[in-house]
């Protein structure tokens, strides 16, 4: 199937947005073909797009959209001027979210994660990212990870998963936090890798959750069992949890608002991928700006995501994401969109999406809008026409 009279936003490299004015698609078995202008294209039975925008599928590299209960008094709380770690030390947090995840059923968690899903597959999401963390035991990150593969079965779209018990430390081991630590390297991590539930494994590195030194013995422990890692780092302080990270071959580090400069350069040497977070920015109404003029000096690829979770970003729009993270951080429209492709697949391990070019996977989306710098303008604005999906239209008309 030809798809044709597109304006191409391949986010190859080259001119900005790797943009063809006139161009066209060739799919075939579910992967791109061809690209390139159409007066060049190969014969072959087309669609007529009407000069639409074309650009990858969306990826959102990182979510945390399975859990129970809600946490919408603690969003008032802070606007009250309670901080996020106070909240976290009286029992609140994180730990409000584990109680109510471990109270509720397979069934009723994945029936509210699919309809937090559904908001971001209306805007062109095809791949998505899904962390545990809201069990801390064993069994309910069990259940959490399953529920995440449950999903990439039952909706239109690939779930990538990772396993982040390294979260923050339960209530019953509030005081022992060597044996949690023992307990998410010796029994959760085995239980995992043998049930095949994680593509990679994640970790809170920060003064209210693990220290580098704890973090590294979850890192080593996954390294043994050849799973990849990723890292939440810098988000409220500096601890040097990325630099460990790169040290690792980490595939992300995720917030990094005080990420300095020798993290910047660990991690531009080992090709760790930076993944900005503004909505938990927007929502903590922080005031740290993560390195950006640093990462792009040291051309580290630079991803954006929701981090859709119940507490620091509950966000349900990757468009909005787009946007908040031109306005607060100051990327560019083309940035943000290379940021929930090429680089979000990236973040990933993914070398097959987030480009429109010969041999990759023909996940698509064709917006009403001319520009791709539009899809980061407006808010609450949804332009999309149509998601293809391993070649196949899933969602709108063309």
């Known amino acids: ?109 994945l029936k509210s994660a699919s309809t ?8 062109g999401v095809t791949t998505i990212e899904i962390k545990s963390g809201y069990g801390l035991d064993v069994e309910t990150e069990l259940k959490m990870l399953r529920v995440a593969r449950a999903l990439g079965k039952q909706h239109p779209v690939d779930v990538v998963t990772s396993y982040l018990g390294a979260h923050t430390f339960p209530a019953e081991y509030r005081d022992d936090h060597a044996a949690y630590v023992d307990l998410v390297c010796g029994k ?25 030194a704890e973090t590294e013995k979850v890192f080593a422990t996954a390294q043994k069992l050849g799973i990849p890692i990723k890292l ?7 601890l040097g949890g990325a630099i460990l990270a790169a040290r690792y071959g980490a595939l992300s580090v995720d917030h990094i608002e005080y990420l300095d400069e020798d993290g910047v350069v660990a991690i531009a040497q080992s090709g760790t991928v930076a993944v900005l977070l503004p909505g938990a920015f927007y ?30 970003s509950p966000v349900h729009s990757l468009l909005a994401t787009m946007n908040m993270a031109c306005v607060l951080f100051g990327l560019t429209p083309e940035e943000a969109l ?18 429109i070019a010969p041999g990759m996977k023909a996940d698509l989306v064709l917006w009403n809008a001319e520009r ?27």
């Open 116 to 123: 937090r899903l559904e908001s971001l597959l209306a805007e």
């Open 338 to 355: 290379r940021g929930v492709t090429v680089n979000a697949a990236r973040a990933l391990g993914f070398k097959d999406r987030g480009r």
């Open 1 to 109: 199937m030809l798809f044709s009279n597109l304006r191409l936003a391949t986010m190859t490299e080259g001119g900005p947005y790797g943009l063809i004015e006139d161009g066209a698609v060739l799919v075939k078995d579910g992967r791109i073909a061809w690209t390139g202008a159409r007066k060049e294209a190969p014969a072959a039975q087309s669609i007529d797009c009407g000069g639409r925008l074309l650009t990858p599928g969306l990826i959102d590299c990182h979510t945390h959209i399975v859990y129970g209960g809600n946490r919408a008094r603690e969003f008032e709380q802070r606007l009250n001027g309670v901080s996020y770690a106070e909240i976290a030390k009286a029992g609140g947090g994180i730990l409000s979210t584990v109680r109510a995840t471990r109270a509720a059923s397979e069934e009723e968690l």
């Open 232 to 238: 939440h780092a810098e988000q409220l302080s500096n």
């Open 188 to 212: 959760a991590l085995p239980a995992v890798a043998q049930a095949r539930l994680a593509d990679a494994v994640d970790a809170f590195c920060e003064g209210i959750a693990f220290s580098v």
């Open 283 to 312: 929502y903590l109404k922080e005031k740290q700006h993560p390195p950006v003029a640093a990462l792009r000096a040291r051309k580290v690829p630079i991803a954006i995501a929701t981090d859709l979770n119940p507490g620091s």
């Open 372 to 398: 791709p710098g539009d899809l980061a303008y407006p808010l609450g604005f949804n332009p999309l026409a149509a998601v293809i999906r391993n070649g196949e239209i899933i969602r709108g008309k063309l």
